[in-house]
């Protein structure tokens, strides 16, 4: 019986780790942040014709000053805020970071024979990832 409550313990606390709710707004504006990332690159590549370095370009500044705001003011708002000149900075070494590793991860997998908009998904799943643990730990504590 012990181990038995021992085993639902830690299932309860693995889910409530998961279920984080800073992780779920994470998820949330991570999204958002995609719309706008992959609507500037739809709009500037497709539409406008313009070449896909540049637009690859668009679209991630455009997801990155959205990101910037939504994460400052919703998801990490509730953590102790040690300057907004400080916390940009740092900010913004976290997308020069993120913003280097896409242009040559999604260049790397067009040469592959992948097309821009798959490129750009896979380099979105790494991003985020890099993303979530540099903001929390490093960007916003």
Same mark, same amino acid.
């Given at each position: 019986?012990?181990?038995?409550q021992v085993?639902?313990?830690?299932m309860?606390?693995l889910?409530?780790?998961?279920?984080?709710?800073q992780?779920?707004?994470? +998820?949330i504006v991570g999204?958002?942040s *995609?719309?706008?990332?992959?609507s500037l690159?739809?709009?500037? !590549?497709t539409?406008?014709?313009?070449?896909?370095?540049?637009?690859? /370009?668009?679209?991630?500044?455009g +997801? *990155?000053?959205f990101?910037?705001l939504?994460h400052?003011f919703?998801?990490?708002?509730?953590?102790?805020e /040690?300057?907004?000149?400080?916390?940009?900075?740092?900010?913004?070494?976290?997308?020069l970071?993120s913003?280097?590793?896409?242009?040559y991860?999604?260049?790397?997998?067009?040469?592959y +024979?992948?097309?821009?908009?798959?490129s750009?998904?896979?380099?979105?799943?790494?991003v !985020?990832i890099?993303?979530f643990?540099? +903001?929390?730990?490093?960007?916003?504590k």
């Amino acid at each position: 019986m012990l181990i038995k409550q021992v085993i639902i313990r830690k299932m309860i606390k693995l889910i409530l780790k998961i279920t984080d709710i800073q992780f779920i707004k994470y +998820g949330i504006v991570g999204v958002l942040s *995609a719309i706008v990332d992959y609507s500037l690159l739809y709009f500037s !590549y497709t539409l406008v014709g313009i070449n896909s370095t540049l637009s690859v /370009s668009i679209g991630f500044w455009g +997801g *990155a000053i959205f990101n910037f705001l939504m994460h400052r003011f919703y998801t990490f708002s509730e953590t102790k805020e /040690s300057g907004h000149t400080k916390t940009l900075v740092k900010y913004a070494l976290l997308v020069l970071g993120s913003y280097f590793i896409t242009l040559y991860l999604i260049s790397l997998l067009i040469q592959y +024979g992948l097309n821009i908009y798959l490129s750009k998904a896979i380099v979105l799943v790494l991003v !985020y990832i890099y993303g979530f643990f540099i +903001g929390k730990y490093f960007v916003f504590k």
